[in-house]
């Protein structure tokens, strides 16, 4: 009878072997979660890894182990292995070899594509969003807009992060279950260490302004306005990460 050695993860350098484990429903347990937040302890890992990243608290280069992060997370290793795979697939993660998982280095050529392809999912949104479901979808976006108020004069990194995800999000939950509201939400993880260097400064301001109009053109049904609203929206955005990464010029 033969037996096969599983073969190792590129992430698994703390030692141990994995336990087969899945992914389980969210306990109440451990710092700082909030019980029904997340589906799943998969979903809770890549959250709060994402935001880490995202951030700057790891930063590019930086090692990802699954021991230490586990037990920062409170969770076991499983999780933060299969949150690691959904970091690779999102490109906030890369492997090498000896080197295992690390946090992958912003590169001009991935802000300015990922920036153009979120442009066109944002766009597809907004325009199928103003057509069939605006009025409510901008009632849902307005408290969202009120604490990026706040947040222009009084800003906190995470609590920006926070609500502007959750504003945009707003358009794609309306979207409804689908391959355009699937893609619109992973190309904004992709891309959301680049949209939030665009946050600083000025540009919160202006940014707010264009969160204002946005949600005034679903609340009146304006396609048309709502589609060159998004697609202003991005094109600033993509300038101001740009200047805020150094590549401007």
């Known amino acids: 009878m033969s037996h096969r050695r599983a073969r190792s993860r590129p992430w698994d350098d703390e030692g141990g072997a994995s336990t087969g484990e899945e992914a389980r429903p969210v306990e ?9 937040e997340h589906e799943t302890l998969t979903d809770f890992a890549v959250d709060e890894i994402r935001k880490k990243i995202v951030l700057g608290w790891l930063p590019p280069g930086a090692k990802l182990r699954v021991d230490p992060l586990a037990k920062e997370l409170a969770v076991s290793r499983v999780p933060v292995r299969e949150a690691f795979r959904e970091l690779l697939a999102e490109g906030l993660a890369e492997v090498y070899p000896r080197r295992g998982a690390v946090v992958s280095e912003i590169r001009r050529h991935d802000v300015e594509d990922g920036y153009r392809m979120l442009e066109l999912m944002e766009v597809m949104a907004a325009e199928r969003v103003a057509a069939t479901a605006s009025a409510e979808t901008a009632e849902r976006m307005r408290p969202h807009l009120l604490r990026l108020k706040e947040l222009a004069t009084d800003p906190d990194p995470l609590e920006h992060l926070l609500a502007h995800r959750a504003f945009h999000f ?3 939950s309306a979207l409804g279950p689908g391959m355009l509201q699937r893609t619109a939400r992973m190309m904004w993880h992709a891309s959301e260490r680049h949209i939030n260097t665009s946050a600083r400064g000025e540009r919160l301001h202006q940014a707010y302004h264009e969160h204002s109009e946005l949600v005034r053109f679903f609340e009146e049904g304006d396609t048309v306005g709502a589609v060159a609203m ?6 600033h955005g993509c300038q101001a990460a740009l200047r805020g990464l150094g590549f401007a010029g």
Do not use: I, L, S
């Open 28 to 36: 109440p347990a451990g710092p700082g979660r909030a019980a029904g």
């Open 170 to 172: 707003e358009v794609f």
């Open 230 to 235: 998004t697609r202003m929206h991005v094109a």
